[in-house]
């Protein structure tokens, strides 16, 4: 008998038959793809910040959206002390880095405006473009000359409205770091906004883990997103910027009024995984040396070299062979996953290798050692 949902059901086969199908599976072996880039997640560091909150009385949940009993002392001292460690006005803790985009891309780009991004900006984004009233045009990936030419082109069109450069600080797919001095530059002489995704680049780069706009942040025409569900090791995102689009954001992005307020005991984790980045630069330290390491592994025994940051694309191409390849890392007890379109472009499906601080450089270099291996095997 045919199921009650025989479309859907078409569909699903159709993404199993072209090796696009996506499923749950458990965290087994040694993290290569977690963004646990400090290894906090699991850290004392964050268990002993949680019996402290509990200890002192911090609700688990929040009971309600912020505008009506769910605002917590812990969401505004975390509030406060954000604000403070990236060096902005103010900030504003929404429930993950998704939301924050879809809030900042439906709430604060006008009618008339333009949302300028990158041609590879995160999903979050899109969405929120989608839900707001501002025209939208893409640039080339990093290429602040195209963004500067795509601006001009919607002058010489007309546009007359704020113009709003939307742009990934460390991009998540392919580790490469946007050209923020460049850009800032161009937001400047044009009087745009720059909006900056840290999400990759908090607690990795930048003084103290402040990001790779910690810098320019305070900066008026600056807008910065820090998510706390990668490096800081908890969840929820921090928006950080001028106080006006923070009360913007209070009064208008419905993914804030909406929605129940993040749970104040995560607050208080957000607040110690800042405390920690302030205070041990040690974490911080080690972290680099593994990166440096795996990059250096990578080119030795792989061949695969240009990389910027923590995240190592190995891109393969074709969507099985990428999936048949992960399964086998997967099964010499490496969790190591791929990725594929639409995540990232067609013809580019990959393996996202995460280097983090809960795996050292032996295993490391043992990873490496087998996936050169495997790539010979399988070329």
Known sequence: MAGAFPRHEKSLEALRSRGRYRQLMPREGHDFASNDYLGLASSEVLRAAASDALARGVPVGAGGSRLLRGNDAEHQRLEAEAAAFFGTEAALFMGGGFNANQAIFSALPQQ????????????????????????????????????????????????????????EAVYSMD????????????????????????????????????????????????????????????????????????ETLINKARGFIYATAPSPLNAALVRAALQELRQNPTRREQAWAGIAHAQDEAKRLCGLDGFD?????????????????????????????GIRPP?????????????????????????????????EARS
């Open 175 to 246: 580790g490469d770091l946007a050209p923020l001095d460049a850009l800032m530059a161009l937001a400047d002489a044009t009087g745009a906004v720059l909006v900056v995704d840290e999400a990759h680049s908090t607690g990795v780069f930048g003084d103290m883990g402040r990001g790779l706009a910690h810098e320019i942040a305070h900066r008026p025409n600056v807008l910065s997103l820090h998510t706390c569900g990668k490096a800081l090791g908890a969840s929820g995102a921090l928006i950080c910027g001028q106080r006006v689009l923070i």
């Open 112 to 167: 008339g405006d333009l949302v300028l991004y990158d041609a590879l900006i995160h999903a979050s984004t899109h969405d929120g473009m989608r839900l707001g009233r501002a025209e939208t045009r893409s640039f080339a990936h990093g290429d602040t000359d195209d963004a500067a030419r795509v601006l001009r082109d919607w002058r010489a069109s007309g546009g007359a409205g704020q113009v709003w450069i939307a742009v």
């Open 309 to 337: 940051s923590q995240i190592l694309p190995v891109v393969i191409g074709d969507d099985k062979r990428t999936m048949a390849l992960a399964a086998a890392m997967q099964g010499h007890g490496y969790d190591i996953r």
């Open 343 to 375: 995540t990232v472009p067609r013809g580019t499906a990959r393996l996202r290798l995460s280097i983090t601080l809960n795996t050292g450089a032996g295993v490391i270099t043992s990873m490496l050692e087998t996936l050169a291996r495997e790539l």
